[in-house]
């Protein structure tokens, strides 16, 4: 729960508030000595994650992508072409990744600089992943 927690930016204190129970009880959470499936529900909620990951450590812990409504993050179309929304039941936003860089800086930007951002990010990501399954060899001596 703690990883989920600082993720999402959250501390003990902010969690609590938001789950409408005590410090004590999210610290007890994390440390493994409390296992309360109702708050444990409630707190999956808030954190945005997968009840059974946080319940038993196993599978995802994001929600699968589908899961998320990414409505908003579409550019803006126009009035003709808008399509009345299904009432459904809502689903959660996507948790903002970027703790040091507020979303009101990145709507800022042009939709040319988005694009590049988007590529800069997807090469990086991709590297950083290539580099990881590149095993490094050992140096010859002599």
Request: proline share 8%.
């Amino acid at each position: 729960m703690k990883q989920a927690r600082l993720l999402r930016g959250h501390t003990q204190k902010t969690l609590a508030r938001l789950a409408r129970i005590s410090q004590s009880a999210i610290a007890s959470y994390e440390s493994g000595l409390r296992h309360s499936s109702r708050s444990v529900r409630k707190l999956a909620q808030i954190l945005k994650i997968e009840l059974e990951w946080l319940e038993t450590g196993k599978g995802p812990m994001e929600m699968p992508m589908e899961g998320y409504d990414l409505s908003d993050t579409l550019p803006p179309v126009g009035v003709a072409e808008t399509m009345p929304r299904v009432a459904r039941r809502p689903r959660p936003q996507a948790p903002w990744p970027f703790p040091n860089i507020a979303p009101s800086q990145f709507d800022g930007l042009t939709i040319d600089d988005r694009a590049m951002l988007e590529a800069l990010t997807q090469t990086f990501i991709e590297t950083a992943q290539a580099r990881r399954t590149v095993k490094p060899r050992g140096r010859k001596i002599g």
